[in-house]
């Protein structure tokens, strides 16, 4: 099936359908953004982001919030 066929689909739920269908999405998008960011902290991209807080941290640029 071709996403636009999806699409279309999609449009012809009852709306009862169509909430469980959105929230399932959001589940799921939730599912891959978490999985991305476990991948990104194994690789190492955060370490700068890290560094660069505890940098801003000790030299006292951070506020509490």
Same mark, same amino acid.
């Given at each position: 099936?071709?996403?636009h066929? !999806? !699409?279309?689909?999609?449009?012809? +739920?009852?709306?009862? *359908?169509?909430? !469980?269908? +959105?929230?399932? !999405?959001?589940d799921?998008?939730?599912? +891959?953004?978490?999985?991305?960011?476990?991948? *990104?902290? =194994?690789? %190492?991209?955060?370490? =700068? +982001? $890290?560094?660069?807080?505890? =940098? *801003?941290?000790? $030299? %006292? =640029?951070?506020?509490?919030?």
């Amino acid at each position: 099936m071709q996403v636009h066929e !999806i !699409i279309e689909n999609i449009k012809k +739920l009852p709306e009862s *359908d169509l909430k !469980i269908l +959105l929230e399932w !999405i959001e589940d799921f998008e939730q599912t +891959l953004w978490d999985r991305e960011f476990e991948r *990104d902290v =194994k690789l %190492g991209k955060l370490e =700068k +982001l $890290a560094d660069q807080a505890i =940098k *801003d941290f000790r $030299a %006292g =640029k951070c506020q509490e919030v």
